[in-house]
């Protein structure tokens, strides 16, 4: 049974915001999102747009039928995470896009201060807000920096608000700007999209900022299993590490700058041969070596013409100096940290 939607804040004027919702099978979790957006305190035009990605599970009928005030857009096939936002912001009105997970859900006030922040900055800006699980209620992060290898890597710090990513389950965008971009390359599938965006952005001089105040709830890994830590350590899966270590390393190679590229990317292959294999022979499962470590090189080869034309495009647009890019890394590798604080990372 559906909850009492509450009165919705959603206005036939020509909208500021463009709220973005990718669904595929979230018929489960969907209510939480939305009414979380129709409940937003603002003094602005807001539109909804939910792309639902040929869904099995009845999702699409269930906004249709309770929320006639959201613009759902229907795929008859399943086309992905990045095609399904690229498509809404093709549809979106509204001058700042919000592309929200439909495993999130906004505080009250969220759009508003991403608003005021936004006007107040007076230039275009990549804007996230403090991520809270939405299980246990602690502090996620307050978007990432990065480790040399593209590692994401939780910002805790309250005095930080200029960060290398915003977390994409929560991400605030002008929407000239995702143009100028080119929004998310369609054949990343999934995960990493949000580095890319991100990365790309700041090299092109953007700044990417997380507000100390207001925030919005997640249920991590909801849609791709793993991405938590639980009581017994590191929980991750299958498609969601493959999709992670192939995509990070295509980002890597798009948006590095030349002499940082020379030095990373062969030993970044390297350490992810490595790992790989010493997961492989300590897990005794070789499935951990064929499905997410063998197919990274390969699946370069293959991307190699779409990642050169991407990174001519993305280094084309670098307005950063080579010591402003470096003041968001943080050079301990994110993974031994993991490793030292949790062990080794169960996946299944």
């Known amino acids: 049974m559906a909850m009492a939607t509450p009165e919705p804040s959603v206005s036939k004027a020509t909208p500021r915001v463009s709220v973005c919702i990718a669904n595929f099978n979230g018929r489960a979790i969907i ?9 937003q305190k603002v003094e602005f035009p807001v539109e909804i747009l939910v792309h639902d990605d040929a869904s099995t599970d009845g999702s699409a009928a269930y906004i249709r039928e ?8 229907e795929s008859p096939v399943n086309l992905g995470f990045c095609k399904a936002n690229n498509r809404m912001a093709d ?17 009250a006030d969220a759009l508003q201060q991403l608003f005021a922040e936004a006007v107040r900055l007076e230039v ?33 710090d309250p005095g930080r608000q200029d960060v290398a990513m915003v977390i994409g389950a929560c991400l605030w965008i002008p929407k000239n700007l995702w143009q100028q971009i080119g929004g998310f390359p369609d054949w990343f599938g999934s995960i990493a999209e949000d580095l890319y965006l991100c990365a790309s952005s700041r090299l092109a001089g953007y700044p990417l900022r997380v507000l100390n105040c207001s925030g919005y709830r997640h249920w991590q890994g909801y849609s791709f299993g793993g991405n938590r830590i639980r009581e017994e350590g590191l929980s991750t899966t299958f498609r969601r590490r493959t999709l992670s270590e192939r995509n990070k ?3 890597l190679i798009v948006v590095s700058p030349i002499v940082l590229l020379i030095l990373t990317l ?27 470590y063998a197919p990274i ?39 031994i940290r993991m490793l030292c604080k949790h062990g080794l990372p169960k996946i299944g």
């Open 297 to 335: 090189i390969p699946a370069l080869w293959r991307k190699r013409a779409q990642l050169w034309s991407l990174r001519q495009a993305t280094q084309g647009r670098r307005r950063i100096s080579l010591r402003d890019w470096l003041q968001v890394y943080v050079l301990v590798p994110y993974k």
């Open 124 to 156: 275009p800006a990549l804007l996230g807000l403090p991520q809270f699980d939405a299980a246990s209620g602690e502090l996620v992060d307050r978007g990432c920096m990065l480790d040399p290898f593209f590692n994401p890597v939780p910002n805790l």
């Open 91 to 107: 549809d979106a009105q509204g001058t700042y896009l919000l592309l929200l997970n439909n495993d999130a859900m906004l505080y």
């Open 66 to 73: 309770h929320y006639p005030q959201i613009r759902l857009i």
């Open 249 to 251: 390393t295509f980002v």
């Open 31 to 39: 209510d939480g999102c939305l009414q979380s957006v129709l409940a």
């Open 266 to 292: 062969p030993l970044h292959l390297l350490l992810l041969h490595v790992e790989g294999f010493l997961l492989s022979v300590m897990k005794r499962d070789a499935r951990i070596w064929t499905s997410i």
